[in-house]
């Protein structure tokens, strides 16, 4: 009966666990921060801008969902 392979950790291994962390670490500061821009108070004279960090944050979002795996 045949062993199995020990489990090692090489470079291009820890490189891709370190990608997947930094994308799940970079998707969860955009949601946060699409969430907490519905917090903030924000003066009436730039009420304009929250819809266009809305917008902003959101393509962020989908962008990192979109290339989480590249």
Known sequence: MKGSKPFSLGEAEAIN???VFAWTVGSALVV???DLLGVVEVPAQYAFIVPMVNTALYALKEWVADNRFN
């Open 32 to 34: 946060l921060l699409i």
């Open 17 to 19: 666990i370190f990608k």
